[in-house]
């Protein structure tokens, strides 16, 4: 598997402290980016933003708005779920990289980061996906790796996809060996279904059981 440093960008090289506001709004205006980085001798100061830019006066350089720089940046060695976070945190379709010295290394789009993402196990793999939920003060990350595994799955992933102070929905990746064991595992520990499958004894026999009472009351 690739590693998320090969995804490095270096195709438009960083703003400097010194450029016109004018060379900045032209270059938002040629491209999709929501920030690019400015920096002076290769040290990192911050992001202008291309909404910002726009509010910028022709005649004066970044220089004169260094208020407007913010501040959000990865280290080069950071994991990819890290990076992801800080690209949702500032709603940034990139973000710059630093070294440990904080010298400016580069910058990751955020297409390249979902492609990355698109070869990991948890998306790559065949596998079924379900969506638990139980009260926030007794779900259990392990209790969950747990069912799963009692039942001869595989887990490929899970996650938090969903938080209240009352409840937490669980997004479970499997291989699809015992599925449905897997699913009345974890109703038999009270968590709550919220995805729907086909293979779902359970529901199955549900609706089996309504049709025929259905076809009974309509005798």
């Not at 060379?23 to 040290?43: C, G, K, L, R, Y």
């Not at 909404?51 to 004066?60: L, R």
């Not at 595994?149 to 969903?162: A, I, R, T």
Request: charged residues 25%; glycine residues 4%; aromatic residues 14%.
């Amino acid at each position: 598997m690739r590693i998320l440093s090969e995804y490095i960008n270096n195709d438009f090289k960083p703003f400097l402290i010194s450029e016109n506001v004018s060379e900045i709004q032209d270059f938002f205006a040629e491209n999709t980016f929501s920030h690019f980085p400015v920096v002076d001798n290769q040290v990192f100061l911050g992001c202008i933003s291309a909404n910002d830019s726009e509010t910028f006066e022709f005649g004066k350089t970044l220089a004169d708005y260094r208020y407007a720089f913010e501040g959000f940046f990865v280290r080069e060695p950071m994991i990819w779920l890290d990076v992801l976070e800080i690209f949702a945190r500032n709603n940034a379709n990139i973000v710059p990289i630093l070294s440990e010295s904080n010298q400016y290394v580069g910058y990751y789009e955020i297409t390249d980061v979902i492609k990355f993402l698109n070869e990991t196990p948890f998306l790559k793999e065949t596998g079924g996906i379900i969506v638990v939920e139980k009260l926030t003060v007794d779900y259990s990350m392990s209790q969950i790796a747990q069912i799963v595994e009692s039942n001869n799955g595989k887990l490929l992933g899970l996650f938090v996809s969903e938080a209240s102070n009352d409840k937490v929905q669980v997004t479970v990746k499997t291989t699809l060996v015992g599925l449905n064991e897997i699913i009345q595992t974890f109703r038999r520990y009270n968590y709550e279904i919220i995805s729907e499958h086909n293979e779902d004894d359970y529901l199955n026999n549900l609706k089996e059981r309504s049709e025929y009472l259905d076809k009974y009351l309509n005798i």
